[in-house]
C-alpha cells in the first residue's frame, strides 16, 4: 500500500521508479556509468511530479564507489528532507529476482576487468557478493549484464544500513597514502 521511490545506481544504468502494490507505476533510466549525477535528480524529480511518495528503498551495491555514492547520498536527502522511510536493499539481490533458474550466479561489471557478484540456490543469495576476475567466477549458470529490477528492489526486505563496497576507493586521502 505504500509508494515507494526506487532509486539505483550501482550499476552503468541509473534508474529511478515509482512502485505500489508490487507494480511499477512510472519508470525511467539513463545509461552511462559516469552520469548518475546529472541523471537522478532529473529522473526523480519527473517521478515524484506525478506521485506522493511515502518511502524510499536504494540498492546499496555492490557497486563502483562514486556511482553508489550519488545514489545513496540522493535517497538519505530526499527521505530526510521529506521524513520519509529510507530502506537499503543488495542490488544483486534485485537483479536476482529476474531469473527464472533456481541455482545461479549474477554477475555486474565492476570495472578493473573485474565483476561483482553472488551465487544463489533456489534462489536465494548464499554468502556475501564478492569481486573477482571473471575467469574465477564458475559453477552455475551466469546471468551478466543484467539491471536491478525496481519492483523487486522494493518487494525485498530491505535493511542494509550501509554500502556495499568490496574495494577500497581509488581517491585516499593524502594522509592514509602509503
Known amino acids: 500500500m505504500t509508494m515507494s521511490l ?12 515509482i512502485v505500489k502494490d508490487g507494480q511499477i507505476l512510472w519508470s525511467g533510466f539513463r545509461d552511462g556509468a559516469t552520469e548518475h549525477g ?25 557497486g563502483p564507489f562514486t556511482g553508489l555514492r550519488v545514489g ?10 521529506r521524513n520519509i522511510q529510507l530502506r537499503g536493499v543488495c542490488s544483486l539481490d534485485a537483479i536476482a529476482a529476474q531469473v ?9 561489471d565492476a570495472r578493473r576487468k573485474e565483476v561483482y557478484w553472488a551465487q544463489y540456490i533456489h534462489g536465494v ?10 575467469a574465477d567466477v564458475t559453477g552455475a ?16 526486505s530491505g535493511n542494509i544500513t550501509e554500502p ?10 593524502t594522509a592514509d597514502r602509503k
Open 6 to 17: 526506487a532509486i539505483d545506481t550501482s550499476t552503468s544504468r541509473t534508474s529511478v521508479g
Open 38 to 62: 546529472p541523471a537522478l535528480p532529473a529522473l526523480v524529480q519527473e517521478a515524484v511530479s506525478k506521485f506522493n511518495v511515502e518511502e524510499v528503498v536504494v540498492g546499496m551495491g555492490p
Open 72 to 81: 545513496i547520498a540522493f535517497a538519505q536527502s530526499f527521505a530526510l528532507a
Open 100 to 108: 527464472q533458474e533456481s541455482d545461479f550466479i549474477i554477475t555486474v
Open 125 to 134: 543469495r548464499v554468502g556475501e557478493p564478492a569481486v573477482s576476475f571473471p
Open 141 to 156: 549458470p551466469i546471468f551478466a549484464d543484467l539491471y536491478p529490477d525496481l519492483a523487486a528492489l522494493v518487494n525485498l
Open 164 to 173: 556495499i563496497y568490496l574495494r577500497r576507493p581509488d581517491a585516499v586521502a
